[in-house]
């Protein structure tokens, strides 16, 4: 039987009065913050205005450092696997990195890239010379290194059972990358690191022939196509992110230039698709 519990509160004007004071503590937040970045936003509108048509210079190395650093594929622990299968065994265990085709990727890669250099009305052009020196129209953005790895992502499940959870192993590949930008004398080192890995899609028990429990887990799994995928995906976020980076620069610049005060804590991302400018913590370079 349940039963239907009506609870009944007083009221009062000084329980109004104080009701509103977190919200106006809010709204005046957002004000000052509003106010703050306001300047911030204005220069980075006219840097996206002023830099229509830059040219862009992008390098990449001439090959990829890949290795695999999973436990289950390391000889030391194969120890109970004959020497001369030891090998073929983690070769054959190797999810993606001894299938990479690095020409192939790195295609992909610049490709991605310029086409998303088109989106932000720049271009990839090759500008540079004896008597040309990178500016704010001509920029280099050099992706010196880049290093994969192939790993163990350790995931927290459901397996059925409400509140029933299970940590489980699933394959994930990290891309890291090292970048020199450069749009006036000085240049930036800064790094990028994204992954991606099997998604746990549904687990259970089981019961074998002996009753003893038994975890059964099922995956998305991905392939070497997928990974071809992910590379367009760096592709655009290594062009938005440099945007993104030259703009910050840019606004930092013209405030101290102006007097006026800047903060490393506002960050902006521009979204050329929605002509729109908005504020971030992590989604960006990191800067070395």
Same mark, same amino acid.
């Given at each position: 039987?349940?039963?239907k519990?009506? &609870?009944?509160y007083?009221k009062?004007i000084?329980?109004?009065?104080?009701?509103r004071?977190? /919200?106006l503590? /809010?709204?005046l937040t957002f004000?000052l913050l509003?106010v703050?970045?306001?300047?911030?936003k204005?220069?980075? =509108?006219? *840097?996206?205005?002023?830099?229509?048509?830059?040219?862009?210079? *992008?390098?990449?190395?001439?090959?990829l450092?890949k290795?695999?650093?999973?436990?289950d594929c390391?000889?030391?622990?194969?120890d109970y696997?004959?020497e001369e299968?030891v090998?073929d065994?983690?070769?054959?265990?190797t &999810?993606i990195?001894?299938?990479i085709?690095?020409? /192939?990727f790195?295609?992909?890669?610049?490709?991605s $890239?310029? +086409?998303?250099?088109?989106d932000y009305?720049?271009?990839l052009?090759?500008?540079?010379?004896?008597? +040309? /020196?990178?500016?704010s129209?001509?920029?280099? %953005?050099?992706? +010196?290194?880049?290093?994969?790895?192939?790993?163990?992502?350790y995931?927290v499940?459901?397996?059925?059972?409400?509140?029933d959870?299970?940590?489980?192993?699933?394959v994930? %590949?990290?891309v890291a990358s090292?970048?020199?930008?450069?749009n006036?004398?000085?240049a930036?080192?800064?790094?990028?690191e994204q992954?991606?890995?099997?998604q746990?899609? @549904?687990c259970?028990?089981?019961?074998d022939?002996?009753n003893?429990?038994?975890?059964?887990a099922?995956? =998305?799994?991905? @392939?070497?196509?997928? $990974? =071809?995928?992910?590379?367009?995906f760096?592709?655009k976020?290594y062009?938005?992110? +440099? *945007? @993104?980076?030259?703009?910050?620069e840019?606004v930092?610049?013209?405030?101290?230039? &102006?007097?006026?005060?800047?903060?490393?804590d506002?960050?902006?991302?521009? @979204?050329?698709?929605e002509?729109?400018i908005?504020y971030?913590?992590?989604?960006? *370079?990191?800067?070395?």
């Open positions: 039987m349940s039963v519990i009506t &609870k009944q007083s009062s000084y329980g109004d009065v104080i009701s004071v977190p /919200m503590f /809010m709204v004000a509003f703050s970045c306001a300047p911030h204005k220069l980075a =509108y006219e *840097f996206v205005k002023n830099t229509k048509g830059a040219s862009v210079a *992008f390098y990449l190395p001439n090959d450092e290795n695999n650093i999973r436990k390391q000889p030391e622990n194969l696997i004959e299968y090998q065994t983690i070769e054959a265990r &999810k990195v001894n299938k085709d690095d020409e /192939m790195l295609d992909i890669l610049i490709s $890239f310029e +086409s998303t250099l088109e009305d720049l271009a052009e090759y500008w540079e010379n004896e008597n +040309s /020196m990178p500016d129209l001509h920029w280099v %953005v050099d992706l +010196s290194h880049i290093e994969i790895l192939e790993y163990i992502e995931q499940a459901q397996c059925v059972v409400e509140g959870y299970e940590i489980l192993p699933s994930g %590949v990290n090292w970048i020199d930008l450069i006036g004398e000085d930036k080192f800064v790094y990028a992954s991606f890995y099997e746990i899609c @549904d259970y028990y089981t019961l022939s002996l003893n429990i038994v975890l059964n099922e995956y =998305y799994e991905f @392939d070497i196509n997928d $990974f =071809y995928d992910f590379a367009v760096l592709g976020l062009a938005g992110y +440099s *945007f @993104d980076y030259f703009m910050n840019y930092k610049k013209e405030m101290k230039k &102006k007097g006026q005060e800047y903060s490393d506002i960050y902006m991302r521009y @979204d050329p698709y002509s729109y908005y971030t913590r992590r989604d960006k *370079f990191i800067e070395l």
